[in-house]
């Protein structure tokens, strides 16, 4: 059975926070018919897409350059995923950060430039951005692993020291519909000014050099396999509590990104 995801739906999800949809536009080249069934197989509950974040820098340096992380999508199903699009929040803690101040870009494969990503901001001060800029999406094969390469940077103007938790949504289009059907974990780090050169290559994290060597630096790359992914976001595992944020901010973030995207696509989750 279909459960409707529609805003009368997402307060409850947010734990009674309330947002206002953010108008997002669509290129009509993305608003073409998905060709994919759905991701999302009946009568489950589990997304099918798992969704990770890593790889990315533990701080970002106002006015520097880019810093590279990575979105591990894994198929969980037998049969192909396409038309997804990840739709990431970013929530500060000083509910400062405006959408012109986080440059975020990523890139789809075939040795193409960037994707740029548009952010739009909350009636609670997330910045919501949906991955499209006409893109029709990525498509993972079933039991396989697909590996976004996404580079964020950070205008001399914004407010430092600023913590920051990056969380993304999945969602898979279907013409002017579209499911829900993957949840990332928890990014955290923080936005300063250390008067570095702020090259932001992402060799701060741990095992960013090792993913850049592995990846490449322009693709989006797909391996075999499950990637053991994070348990989903606002679950209340100890490890996903950001910052002091307190235990609801991943369940705000995913509540803001679905009902900023509802008006990009009409949600559902079976």
């Known amino acids: 059975m279909r459960k409707r995801l529609c805003s009368t739906l997402v307060p409850a999800l947010a734990l009674s926070f309330t947002f206002t949809a ?3 536009s669509l ?34 340096d106002v006015g520097g350059g880019f810093g590279t992380w990575y979105i591990d999508l894994t198929n969980t199903t037998a049969r192909a995923c396409g038309g997804i699009h990840p739709v990431v929040v970013l929530v500060d803690e000083k509910r ?12 789809a494969g075939g040795g193409k430039g960037p994707h740029p990503v548009s952010f739009v901001k909350s009636d609670e001060d997330e910045n919501v951005g949906v991955f499209d800029d006409g893109f029709p999406g990525f498509t993972v094969g079933p039991g396989r692993t697909l590996t976004v390469q996404v580079r964020l940077s950070v205008t001399s103007d914004a407010a430092t020291p600023n913590d920051v938790v990056a969380n993304a949504a999945v969602v898979q289009r279907h013409g002017d519909d579209g ?37 490449g630096r322009d693709s989006a790359r797909e391996e ?18 950001p910052y002091g944020f307190g235990l609801a901010t991943g369940v705000v973030a995913v509540g803001a990104a679905l009902l900023a995207v509802s008006r990009w696509v009409r949600l559902r989750r079976r």
């Open 179 to 215: 499911d829900w059907i993957g949840e990332s974990n928890a990014y955290r780090f923080r936005i300063e000014n250390d008067g570095g050169d702020g090259d932001g290559d992402g060799d701060r994290a741990g095992d960013a050099a090792r993913d850049s060597g592995a990846r």
């Open 96 to 107: 400062a950060l405006r959408p012109e101040q986080a440059r975020l870009e990523f890139y």
């Open 27 to 60: 290129a009509p080249a993305a608003a073409l018919a998905n060709p994919y069934p759905s991701c999302a197989g009946p009568g489950t509950r589990d997304f099918p897409v798992k969704t990770r974040i890593h790889g990315g820098p533990a701080g970002f």
């Open 22 to 24: 953010a108008a997002l």
């Open 224 to 241: 075999p396999g499950a990637s053991g992914a994070d348990e989903l976001a606002g679950t209340g595992r100890p490890g996903s509590v």
